[in-house]
């Protein structure tokens, strides 16, 4: 399976706890994006990274959240000190080039429930 | 700054009857607009894309959107709906601002009940 791949695809943790989830984009794509999703809601975007380097981080919830894409290929989202109101699906996303009419390609999501 | 509005939460239609899923935005600059789906447990998939050439749409599955920009909206069309069809919908924006694009923002959803 070549598309975006996510890790875990669920993830149940306390209060208080770090969680981090890696995302594996599809290779080659220059752009990788990070989104959350509650319930009856769509998909909110977070942060996004060309190659490695992050470009808008304003969008991040709070400064419990940090991205990194170290070597321009997988990577991670962590959030820090969880609270209740993070309990969500985190999306990510990527795409080929910078433009904005090319298709973000999705993968599955990471649930994350926090207790 | 953009924003979409998809005008309803729920629309319930029975099968074999036309489909018609509403979606107005809101744009600075010369946006582009997708319509995705979202089955049950499974990820995001892209149904089709406006991006300045032909303002009428042809995506998958037989479904179409038209861009109107004197009207601000890029409603989802399909003549005939399927039981597979049901589904949340969302209709998404993008702006190039010049610097690269950001991220896409997403209306609330439309979630499309098929009756039998």
């Known amino acids: 399976d070549t598309g975006v791949s996510q890790d875990p695809r669920h993830k149940i943790t306390k209060r208080g706890q770090n969680v981090t989830f890696r995302c594996d984009p599809i290779?080659?794509?220059?752009?990788l994006y990070w989104y959350r999703q509650t319930l009856g809601q769509g998909p909110e975007f977070l942060t996004y990274?060309?190659?490695?380097?992050?470009?808008?981080k304003s969008r991040l919830l709070s400064d419990r959240f940090s991205a990194e894409r170290p070597k321009g290929s997988f990577s991670t989202l962590e959030i820090q000190r969880t609270e209740q109101g993070d309990s969500a699906m985190y999306l990510c996303?990527?795409?080929?080039?910078?433009?904005?009419?090319?298709?973000?390609?999705f993968g599955p999501g990471t649930r994350l429930t926090v207790l | 700054a953009q924003s979409v509005t998809q005008l309803d939460s729920h629309v319930s239609v029975s099968e074999g009857t036309p489909v018609l899923l509403r979606c107005n935005y809101s744009?600075?600059?010369?946006?582009?607009l997708f319509w995705y789906v979202q089955h049950p447990n499974k990820g995001l998939q892209l149904l089709l894309k406006?991006?300045?050439?032909?303002?009428l749409v042809k995506g998958i599955n037989g479904f179409e959107a038209e861009f109107k920009k004197s009207e601000t909206s890029f409603h989802l069309t399909k003549p005939s709906a399927h039981m597979s069809d049901a589904a949340e919908y969302f209709c998404?924006?993008?702006?190039?601002?010049?610097?690269?694009?950001?991220?896409?923002?997403f209306g609330k959803g439309t979630h499309l009940i098929i009756q039998p």
């Open positions: 998404v924006v993008s702006e190039f601002t010049g610097g690269g694009a950001d991220g896409l923002t």
């Open positions: 290779s080659e794509h220059n752009r």
């Open positions: 996303a990527s795409s080929p080039t910078w433009e904005s009419y090319n298709e973000q390609f």
């Open positions: 744009s600075s600059y010369s946006p582009s």
């Open positions: 406006y991006t300045s050439a032909a303002t």
């Open positions: 990274f060309q190659n490695e380097a992050q470009l808008e």
